[in-house]
């Protein structure tokens, strides 16, 4: 595939807003993982909550969108100059040449959830200030990005659970090569609500502590909320010494089971070979892996067979949730940021809250941050019911 730039990029999360908090809570290793506080919520679990949404909202001329994932939106754009790094973009090719490429899970279904709590108790109809369309639909996201951002290309959702915002890395390449756009705007927003608390609750995977991808004692995930966005466009000839290019992406879908990952990690591992092909590489090449690496017996045991049957044990490896929580639709694009810095950066960050490795893991995993030359990443999301994408990125001059 054409390899494409990350001419921008920004990031809140639990670790912080914008890429600078970002590196520097990975760098000291601080987890933003705090006992469950949110709303009326009666779980023993930790999650990753951004402060401050419930008191915020959208700018008055997007009100119709008022929501607390579109307020998220808004947040994660006004980090990292990001809007204008987009407003030079849309000099260079205009703004119907740039496509907008988004990712989330639950979008805004928490107005939903609390809209049905206020119904009228003799009819049952919902508030009359309920408005699906801004929040609960799963396309509201991108109508807010693209109207607060001003652009006019064409413009997709895509909502394959954990794996929506690495995949739309894949709709944008595509896109480019076809020639519907000359750059895109990849991102995803993914917040906190009842569905997916009591959701995966119900479920038994959420974690009574800080979740621990890799160890012995996992129990199950945390959850978190974030919004990232990176601006791609075709490699600029006077790129930065340590600009980051999206290399390789390979997506596959096991459909093994609703909730659960083929045992062997078959679909993981196809999703992985085939960006290393795409990216023209070999596993050798390939200097660190951001590990899906939820924390649950099976999705940590499926991921490492397939990680080790392509990489064998020679690759460090880690799963930065412990540190942000699972961040569900969301996840994708917060780890493919997490993966660009440590490549600007030569840094990998270690795994937090594994204690005691799984003896029965084969894969090289990290528990300490480790300080070394990082030229090519690839990163893991594996979705429910095995949606998977697998993304390579890499250094420019290297």
Known sequence: MQPLQLSAFTLVSPLGKGTEATLNALHTRKSGLIPCDFLDVDLDTYIGRINGLEDSTVRPNLSAYDCRNNRLAQLGLEQDNFVASVKSACKRHGAERIGLFLGTSTSGILETELAYRNRDPETGALPANFNYYGSHSCYSVADFTQHYLGLAGPAMVVSTACSSSAKVFGCASRMITAGMCDAAIVGGVDSLCLTTLYGFNSLGLVSNR???????????????EAAGFVLLEKPAHDAAENSVMLLGVGESSDAYHMSTPHPEGLGAQKAILAALHTAGLKPGDIDYINLHGTGTKTNDAAEDQAVFSVFGNNTPCSSTKGATGH????????????????????????????????????????????QQTINRVLSNSLGFGGSNCSLVFGRSDR
Do not use: W
């Open 210 to 224: 800080p979740c621990r991808p890799f160890d012995s004692e996992r129990n199950g995930i945390s959850i978190g």
């Open 327 to 370: 961040l569900l639709g969301a996840a994708g694009i917060a780890e493919a940021i997490i993966s660009a810095l440590a490549i600007q950066h030569d840094f990998i960050p270690g795994g937090l809250n594994t204690q005691s490795l799984d003896p029965t893991l084969k894969s090289r995993y990290l528990v300490q941050n480790s």
